[in-house]
């Protein structure tokens, strides 16, 4: 990339940072809100900032969306708009956006994001992942934990109802399992889950999902 195009694309990120401060303060909501803004358009030039071009985001604490299933997608952009997920990094990052998003643009997003390829897992050379594969199939039945695999899929793909977790970026998922058990993000059938585990099964499941295909 030659030094005018990064000028070029600094002062696009930076224009849309401004466009999305504008929006959080509730000024120009509109252009968000207004369904015939296609939806690629949108996630090419607004939410790929943070989870990248095509749902594959480059830092780990940001979501992949690649792959993940349209019903969970809408499911959870609804969730932040109306504040039932509410951690941290939700209230920071995406509750000012999907404020400014309506039903029928959620719907289109999450269609864009299903149609995606997830980018190859990356793998952690020297990381031991037998004890968060252990885990996964089988859980861990003396503490109560039952097998990942029984509701997210045998290869954690995930279905309409359950997310992928499969190839999710590590520290993303360490903070989800830990804000599902403080209860900052509402979902009951696997706080029921996580509400066992200690943090070093967390960690364990984490490196392992990370780099599944
Ligand atoms: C400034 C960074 C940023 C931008 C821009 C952004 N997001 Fe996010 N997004 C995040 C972060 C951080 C999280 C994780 C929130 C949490 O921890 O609860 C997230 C979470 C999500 C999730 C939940 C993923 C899951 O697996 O549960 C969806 C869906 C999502 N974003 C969609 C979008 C869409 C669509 C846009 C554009 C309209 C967008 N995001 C723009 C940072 C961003
Ligand atoms: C009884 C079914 C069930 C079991 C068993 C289960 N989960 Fe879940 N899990 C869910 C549901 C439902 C959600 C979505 C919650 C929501 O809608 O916000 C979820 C969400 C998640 C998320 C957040 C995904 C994201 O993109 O934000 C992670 C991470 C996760 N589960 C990991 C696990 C792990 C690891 C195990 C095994 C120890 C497990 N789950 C077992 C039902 C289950």
Known sequence: MNMTKTRLH???????????????????????????????MLAEQVCSICHGVDGNPVSPTFPRLAG?????????LQAFRSHQRSDRAARDYMWGISRTLNDATIGALADYYARQVPARARSVAGVSVS????LFHHGD??????ACAGCHGERGQGSAVFPRIAGQQDGYLRQQMRQIRLG?????SMQAVVARMDDAQIDALADFLAVQP
């Open 131 to 134: 004890t968060g594969e252990q």
């Open 10 to 40: 600094l002062a696009t990120v930076l224009g849309l940072s401004l466009l999305l401060g504008a929006c959080a303060i509730g000024e120009r909501s509109r252009n968000l809100a207004d369904p015939a803004v296609p939806a690629a």
């Open 68 to 76: 993940q299933s349209a019903a969970y997608l809408s499911g959870e």
């Open 141 to 146: 039945p003396e503490h109560g934990i039952p």
């Open 184 to 188: 900052s993000r509402a979902a009951p």
